[in-house]
């Protein structure tokens, strides 16, 4: 019989380190997606401060980032295996390493103080002693520059990659890319949205954001969407915003009316592939959170239809509560497994998307889980996924009708090789591929556009 797990809950809701800690332990112990157990966290801590709920998102996501570097470095300071160490004072140790390491503004003694307080929370007394003298050690290191707090000679884990997925990319991109790669997972991503242009004016929209004090900059979708051989249609170019000195867009009222979703650069590209004419019908097979079909509905200019569909209630509520928010009138949301064939919809969509579930490497550095906990088994298993679902989905397409497939992943499994596949096995005609490397600016992505001709 498996053990139950622990539950981790904050010992003191008005302690951001203590929330961090507990994100950590959700995410590391229990398995939980850090993206949840950041929001569950915070959510119990109503009374922790705006700026204190910010450190402790900071502190857990950043941990969570260079985890496996950290733990390089803090098994040089322990006289046994980090594994051999209780879950809380493995957490206390290592946000107190990326603090002492990547957070310069905060002071070093106040780090080795809190640390040995959040032990003493935790009724780890006993073990106070041992994370005093472990990170006072390392202050020492940092203030003389020992390479022992610094040099790490395997490039995988300097970049706080696993080696076997450093090989891996290394092996699909070269060396150089696989660098680019992992580095780029470590740099925090502005917030971006996209503007719904059917709803409001840039001018207006823009307006709004600045009359609430918002400091917003243009992102040039025309040059990123050149640089990777893509040009929209006429009065299709996405207009996208990236935010800075806000905590969240739900207190916006430019969001609040629909006239702005939360969505990446990269995650626009489907979309204006797909081109859509006004009054088309068109299908999002795994839509869920919908932010691909609302950007449809919006191009679609009140005309044709959208229907969202994914396999779960929860999944559906959340596009439901988009469209409802967005205020669009020609886009709905529905309740069907794509993997079960759903006869009335053959050949009625004159474009489907098809977003597939898919390993989520190009998001790494939004959900940092994500490359610790992809296997080499997983990737296989989710590319026989994606075909299982592309084998129902693309009798829905029109004769003459286009397909969009798309992955927010990396791998040519799931990306390449699922094209090759659908024009020998399913007879699709690829029209054009485009792949995107994560950056500082935006995620990685792949979108491929196929016709069926028959």
């Excluded at 520059?145 to 790490?152: A, V």
């Excluded at 959900?367 to 679902?389: F, G, H, M, Y």
């Amino acid at each position: 019989m498996a053990s139950k797990q622990k539950e981790y809950k904050v010992r003191d809701p008005r302690n951001g380190r203590d929330a961090a800690l507990t994100i950590l332990l959700l995410v590391c112990e229990n398995r939980k997606k850090s993206h949840h157990a950041v929001r569950e966290v915070l959510d119990s801590c109503p009374g922790l401060s705006r700026r204190d709920k910010a450190l402790a998102k900071r502190i857990a996501e950043g941990s969570l980032e260079y985890l496996i570097r950290l733990d390089c470095l803090l098994g040089r300071y322990l006289k046994r295996p980090l594994s051999f160490l209780k879950p809380e004072i493995r957490g206390i140790l290592r946000i107190s390493f990326y603090q002492l390491l990547y957070m310069d503004k905060v002071p070093d003694s106040a780090v080795c103080n809190e640390a040995v307080e959040l032990a003493k929370l935790h009724g780890l007394l006993g073990l106070s002693g041992l994370v005093n003298g472990v990170l006072r050690a390392a202050v020492r290191d940092k203030q003389s520059g020992s390479s022992r707090l610094y040099e790490i000679k395997d490039p995988a884990v300097d970049l706080a990659v696993p080696k076997w997925l450093f090989r891996k990319l290394s092996s699909d991109f070269g060396a150089d890319q696989a660098r680019e790669i992992a580095g780029a997972w470590l740099w925090e991503r502005p917030v971006t949205v996209r503007l719904n242009l059917s709803r409001a004016s840039e001018e207006e929209i823009c307006s709004l954001l600045r009359e609430e004090g918002v400091e917003f900059a243009k992102a040039d979708m025309k040059g990123f969407l050149s640089e990777h051989g893509i040009r929209p249609a006429p009065g299709q170019l996405p207009v996208m915003l990236q935010l800075s000195g806000i905590s969240g867009l739900s207190g916006l009222s430019a969001f609040q009316k629909g006239l702005l979703q939360p969505q990446d650069m990269s995650s626009a590209v489907p979309a204006v592939l797909a081109a859509p004419r006004e009054g088309s019908f068109i299908l999002d097979v795994c839509a869920a959170p919908g932010g691909k079909s609302l950007q449809l509905a919006d191009l679609l200019r009140g005309t044709g239809l959208v229907e969202a569909r994914d396999l779960s209630r929860q999944k559906v509520r959340l596009i439901e509560e988009n469209i409802s928010r967005s205020g669009f009138q020609n886009i709905r949301a529905r309740l069907q497994d794509a993997l079960v064939p759903h006869e009335e919809s053959y050949c009625r969509a004159d474009i489907l998307m098809a977003d597939l579930p898919c390993s989520g490497l190009g998001i790494a550095a939004r959900k940092p889980d994500i490359k610790w906990n992809v296997e080499p088994c997983s990737i296989t298993e989710l590319q026989a996924l994606q075909r299982d679902i592309l084998r129902v989905v693309y009798r829905y397409v029109k004769p003459g009708g286009r397909l969009v497939y798309s992955t927010c992943t990396l791998t040519p499994e799931e990306n390449e090789q699922n094209v090759e596949w659908m024009a020998e096995e399913l007879k699709l005609v690829p029209v054009q591929s485009v792949r995107i490397f994560p950056s500082r600016e935006h995620d990685g992505f792949f979108a491929a556009l196929l016709k069926r001709s028959f």
